[in-house]
């Protein structure tokens, strides 16, 4: 099993439409959560990162359920602009240098 | 404005012949990581750098080499490149290690290094 897993996509939807993308993780010990956003062929962004309690920026909302070990992202009210690769990102206590891992990516398409 | 530098931002290389991708940052970040990216596969860590003078190795280490001589550069060195090494290069730092505390943790990246090698 990967230590963090999304679902690839793509997802293809209209503008306004919302969409929501989970990631699973396999490290209970696992403390800090984020998703970044990847243009084609440009480098990842940090979009926001994961608390707790749940945290919204603007459209963009995150989740995080310890129990099942899974972080959300939904985009309400998408735009052309939002068409990106979402990536889970993890961190494991254990590895030595704390290392991030990163998810797969899951691609967003949004369409006019 | 402050961020990472990566040179070169492409680059076509004859199998055999030794590279180094060049990543310097202007945050004073303590620690420093390269990664690859490719299709299908994600980002793998290939090594990182807590602190000046000191790297360790991360998913993906076999063929590639680093140095951190200072906080603000970390060069990755490929020694004879093979094919499988064609990928996109990406350095990044962060405030901390990773350890504790969103805000330490998170990663800056540079533009991207896209190697060929033939």
């Known amino acids: 099993r990967k230590e963090v897993e999304q679902d690839p996509g793509p997802f293809n939807v209209p503008e306004g439409a919302t969409v929501a993308f989970n990631c699973t993780y396999s490290?209970?010990?696992?403390?800090?959560f984020f998703w970044y956003r990847q243009d084609c062929r440009k480098e990842p962004k940090l979009l926001m990162s994961?608390?707790?309690s749940g945290n919204e920026d603007g459209r963009f909302t995150a989740q995080l359920n310890r129990a099942s070990q899974y972080i959300s992202l939904l985009i309400r009210d998408s735009k052309l602009s939002d068409s990106a690769t979402y990536l889970c990102?993890?961190?494991?206590?254990?590895?030595?240098?704390?290392?991030?891992?990163f998810g797969q990516g899951t691609e967003l398409s949004v369409k006019p | 404005i402050a961020g990472i530098t990566q040179a070169p931002t492409s680059q076509i290389l004859a199998a055999g012949r030794r590279m180094t991708l060049r990543c310097t940052q202007d945050?004073?970040?303590?620690?420093m990581y390269w990664y690859r990216q490719d299709l299908g596969l994600g980002l793998r860590l290939i090594h990182y750098?807590?602190?000046?003078?000191?790297?360790g190795k991360g998913e993906v280490p076999d063929g590639y080499s680093v140095s951190r001589a200072n906080t603000d550069d970390f060069p990755l060195t490929l020694a004879s490149a093979v094919p499988s090494q064609t990928s996109v290069y990406f350095c990044?730092?962060?405030?901390?290690?990773?350890?504790?505390?969103?805000?330490?943790?998170?990663?800056?990246f540079g533009a991207g290094s896209r190697l060929t090698v033939l």
């Open positions: 990044a730092s962060s405030e901390g290690l990773g350890l504790a505390g969103a805000g330490a943790n998170v990663l800056t």
């Open positions: 490290n209970s010990a696992s403390q800090s």
């Open positions: 994961v608390y707790s």
């Open positions: 990102v993890v961190n494991n206590p254990y590895n030595q240098g704390g290392k991030l891992i």
């Open positions: 945050m004073r970040h303590n620690a």
């Open positions: 750098s807590n602190t000046a003078g000191t790297t």
